[in-house]
DNA sequence: CGAAACACCGTAAACGTTTACAGATCCTTG
DNA sequence: CAAGGATCTGTAAACGTTTACGGTGTTTCG
């Protein structure tokens, strides 16, 4: 850990100036015995740059960051994941920043961007406050926003769909004959749990069925409350026939006290889950999911980002990410056969860390 | 995007010395004064700290790598997820780096360290090879180890203990009347799936069970392979009443070739997984399975790394994570109460990210 | 042989901070 | 009021690079 060798090191061990020496470190033109000196004695010292005083010159940092509440959530995760790789390729460090689900953090994320450390930014907000668009106006680096931002905002945006995820799942129900279509949804001040809402009644009024306050109920995105609240539904109606719960965790919830109620799943009542998670295949019987491409739109960002790294000025982007409804056993006794595999065997690689 | 305001801006702004400004930036004795018209000025010119700059200066970049695998391995993840709040509270970011299993990836990002963009590294190696242990002797800035490291390796090191874990395991099948245990292993050339082979003909010696080949079945680590090792060894053997899995996935698989088998889990078969992933939770029946501590590993890291920043010249230390046993549904029709919950609500948040 | 063209190379400035040092200002005190 | 000290401030160097510019030595050509 002692002092490392530095480009000036190098100069004196050569017998060169610290120009050359930067010269050939960086590939320019140079008389062949000078690049072997520098060559030499930078091996002989172990050199390697230094990444700090090379940004402070280039004011380039090769770092970018990706902010969101909790990379315990599956989602983020499953962003993370296809993120890194991309970044990576193009030569740049990952920086992660979990806010915690503090709205205040984020605006406190945004704002460090001014103090370079990284070239640009994706960031997952829990929702869009006043505070974030001005943030967002005034960035001094690229940001790259997954979620949804009014027209106008001066970034780059990756959207989900959840109306039509929910429409998607909604429809599949109907084709299979159910009529007591139940929402598990959680709290409706968040902006999934307000749009999931919203959807839910559309797909209902599109295919003629009638909207039954009955039939909702909010609990919150965890596995503990989407059971109790499944239970408190029942309790309340006895012909649900099927649920459409907001979050795979609800959804596990709701396969718990089901189970423990006595009714088949599927046969008496099928179960959709939202977000496709591991955790949709990993139960049993296994959740069929609506996929809100948490994946894709990891990637997509993240290739914004690059794109607009490189260039720079061009218009600010939206890319809407379709939906995709993954049929498992929770709604249809015999899946079929290819599909809903999604990923069960690689997600989760090696397991082995002793 | 603009050029942004730096020290000299506020100096001429404030019309005193770029070092006055940087005092007061700093909290240094200045007179009241001065710091109004500095504070004044930043404020109205919106400055923040150029963080490169000040790295350049301090040798000092606020930053932490966390080095694994890959991000989407729960046991990583949970490592992750308890390192980040640690450092952060610290006042350090964490840089990410997957190195997806390639282990020459893992030597370069030991030799990155030279570039000294970060103060400090935590490392999961893949496997220990002589290449790393040179690189760990001559690293540039201080790294903490999670996985064994030979006696006299000038790093600070966080162990899990595989052994322990497996013996808590076949104890609990051998206390429950079990007398065929069998064993689901991934490779063996891997460090765990080493460990947890030795570690499996151990505990039957102590329990003065024999040792039976029949009884043991490599495969992968993912739950296809799981499912088929299983199969092959159903085929085998039939009269097998236990399965020691050497990961969750494995035993996913397991349950899944079980049920079609007409095998009742517990009853006729029980079944342990290992590192507690949150899937372990999420299935059913839910898995008992065998905490190696990732978690605390993490944070145990984290917080080796802390002192060591502070600190610096101390001897390397080891700590040792002792594995805990979670019993669940798959070994114990009526688990316990209370125990065996783990963190089931908890650990996904959220979930919508519409 | 002298001048022009060229290929290399070294000097120095710059990136945006922090900080040692010395100079300037103010206050205290005899 | 002068001197001494205390307090504050500005100048400049440093952190480790990259790079514009001009200088040196060699080659080429009239």
């Keep these: 850990m002692a002092q490392g060798p530095t480009i000036t090191t190098i100069a004196e061990r050569a017998g060169v100036s610290i120009a050359s020496v930067s010269r050939v470190l960086n590939g320019l033109p140079t008389r062949q015995e000078t690049v072997r000196k520098v060559m030499a004695a930078a091996e002989e010292l172990g050199y390697v740059r230094n990444a700090v005083a090379r940004s402070l010159k280039s004011r380039r940092t090769h770092q970018v960051a990706f902010a969101m509440a909790d990379v315990g959530n599956p989602a983020y995760l499953a962003m993370l994941r296809e ?7 193009a030569g740049y460090r990952l920086v992660l920043h979990s806010t915690g ?9 945004l704002h460090s961007l001014g103090e370079r450390y990284v070239d640009g930014m994706i960031m997952v907000p829990l929702r869009v406050t006043e505070a974030h668009l001005q943030m967002l106006g005034a960035a001094r680096a690229p940001v790259v926003v997954i979620g949804s931002v009014p027209e106008g905002t001066p970034v780059d ?3 989900a769909d959840s109306r039509t995820g929910v429409r998607l799942a909604v429809d599949h129900l109907h084709a299979l004959g159910r009529r007591r279509i139940a929402l598990v949804n959680g709290p409706t001040d968040t902006v999934p749990g307000a749009a999931r809402g919203a959807a839910y009644r559309e797909a209902l009024a599109e295919l003629g069925l009638p909207y039954d306050e009955e039939l909702v109920e909010i609990g919150d995105f965890y596995r503990a ?9 029942l309790n309340r ?11 795979d965790l609800i959804a596990l919830g709701a396969l718990d ?8 799943v599927p046969e008496d009542v099928a179960v959709v889950g939202m977000d496709d998670t591991d955790l949709a295949a990993a139960s049993w019987p296994s959740l069929t999911s609506v996929s809100l491409g948490s994946a894709e739109r990891g990637r997509v960002a993240a290739e914004l980002l690059l794109d607009r790294l490189q260039d720079g000025e061009h218009e ?8 995709r409804l993954v049929v498992r056993a929770s ?7 290819t599909r809903g595999r999604s990923r069960d065997g690689r997600s989760t690689e090696g397991g082995g860390t002793s």
Tied chains: 1, 2.
């Excluded at 689900?101 to 994320?109: L, Q, S, Y």
């Excluded at 006290?257 to 088949?264: E, F, N, P, S």
């Design 225 to 233: 409350e989407g059971g109790r609240a499944v239970a408190a539904l």
């Design 316 to 323: 600010p982007r939206v890319v809407t990410v379709p939906p």
């Design 257 to 264: 006290v089901l189970r423990a109620a006595g009714k088949r």
């Design 101 to 109: 689900a503090v709205v205040a953090d984020e605006i406190d994320v």
């Design 157 to 159: 945006n990756v959207r």
């Design 331 to 337: 709604t249809t006794p015999e899946p079929p056969a």
């Design 83 to 89: 993120i890194q790789p991309v970044l990576k390729a």
């Design 237 to 247: 109606v006895s012909d649900v026939d099927a649920l459409m719960c907001a979050n």
